[in-house]
């Protein structure tokens, strides 16, 4: 008989794990001004969560002159500079991962920033919290797409239907929850992902270990919205 897949925690990585959301519009609006134009908070709301690729073309259809590898890529070394100069963990997060690992319960990342980035946040975590890691440079299909999602599950090798992940924005929460996971969803940036979610915080700090382990001793396929 096939011994039943463990259950897992599953985190998305910006405004979710680390507050990085600033670095990302500051390097937006730098791109901008690089040409004399604005990067608007709409226009920043729009791209949370969203693939890189997205914002990157509206700020070419705009002016700035680039690629869209290089456009990505100035953005993304001013957000590993500043994750380098000091790791912004969003209250409780840290802690979280420390307590989850001390419990053995299998965790992974899963975000649609770039591998460089990741790696930094893994190795501020923790040791050994984080057992996969899932970027843009893993997928082919970024959130909102199931692919990340389904990539952790399989590489963490984890039951979905017992599994959670904690996420922020639609985008993630579309393709976690598409993936078959329970969705615990935090509403600093987006109030209704307009999903089915398991549960609503304002931050990782509102969650307790013991919470994470009664909803991975059960199933999350009955939850209501």
């Not at 649609?112 to 843009?136: C, F, H, K, M, W």
């Not at 700090?205 to 999350?220: D, F, I, N, P, Y």
Request: glycine share 8%; proline share 8%; charged share 15%.
């Amino acid at each position: 008989m096939t011994s039943p897949l463990p259950a897992g925690v599953l985190f998305d990585m910006d405004g979710t794990l680390v507050d990085t959301e600033p670095h990302w519009q500051a390097a937006q609006e730098a791109l901008a001004a690089s040409i004399g134009t604005t990067w608007t908070q709409a226009d920043f709301e729009a791209s949370i969560g969203r693939p890189m690729e997205r914002w990157a073309e509206v700020l070419i259809a705009r002016g700035v002159p680039g690629t869209l590898d290089q456009i990505i890529a100035r953005a993304v070394a001013y957000v590993s500079d500043m994750m380098r100069a000091e790791m912004p963990w969003l209250p409780g997060a840290y802690e979280l991962l420390e307590q989850l690992a001390a419990d053995g319960i299998p965790c992974g990342l899963v975000t649609n920033n770039a591998g460089v980035n990741a790696a930094l946040l893994a190795d501020a975590a923790p040791a050994g919290s984080l057992q996969v890691l899932v970027s843009t440079d893993d997928v082919t299909s970024p959130k909102p797409h199931p692919e990340p999602y389904l990539t952790a599950i399989a590489r963490l090798g984890i039951d979905p239907a017992r599994s959670i992940a904690f996420e922020d924005s639609t985008s993630g929460a579309t393709s976690a929850h598409e993936a078959g996971l329970g969705v615990w969803f935090i509403n600093s940036h987006t109030a209704d992902p307009g999903i089915p979610t398991a549960r609503v915080i304002g931050s990782p700090a509102e969650v307790t270990v013991a919470e994470v382990r009664a909803t991975l001793a059960g199933s999350h396929t009955a939850e209501l919205a």
